[in-house]
């Protein structure tokens, strides 16, 4: 069982700056992708950005590209997400997912453990 808790969120104005912490706690399988997904009002959840505890390649959406940043820390089951000149597109609620099982990065069902979620609002 693994456990997700997921800090940083808060409301900011177009062109600022939010770091999201995602922290894993129990026992992670050997495959440590992590992912942060988002999901706003009346949208789908997206994936927009994964990496590997470990090594292993890292993964961003388009969308945020230039702007987000993913990192990690192993020692501390720690994945982080620096989110630059904030949009108000970027508004949403934040999840981070873990425990990738198969298929693409990017779409919810490849992963088993889901966080509460930390909502995030950019005001223009």
């Known amino acids: 069982q693994v456990q997700l808790v997921e800090s940083g969120g808060g409301s900011v104005q177009a062109g600022g700056f939010l770091r999201l912490s995602c922290t894993a706690s129990?026992?992670?399988?050997?495959?440590?992708?992590m992912a942060w997904f988002r999901q706003a009002p009346g949208k789908e959840r997206e994936g927009i950005a994964s990496?590997?505890?470990?090594?292993?390649?890292?993964y961003l959406a388009d969308s945020v590209k230039g702007r987000f940043t993913i990192s990690q820390d192993s020692t501390k089951k720690l994945v982080t997400l620096e989110m630059n000149n904030l949009k108000s597109e970027d508004t949403a609620m934040y999840y981070c997912?873990?425990?990738?099982?198969?298929?693409?990065?990017?779409?919810?069902?490849?992963?088993?453990?889901w966080g509460q979620g930390t909502q995030v609002t950019v005001s223009s």
């Open positions: 997912a873990a425990e990738f099982q198969s298929g693409s990065w990017d779409l919810p069902r490849s992963y088993h453990y």
């Open positions: 990496i590997n505890i470990g090594v292993g390649p890292t």
């Open positions: 129990g026992y992670m399988s050997s495959n440590k992708r």
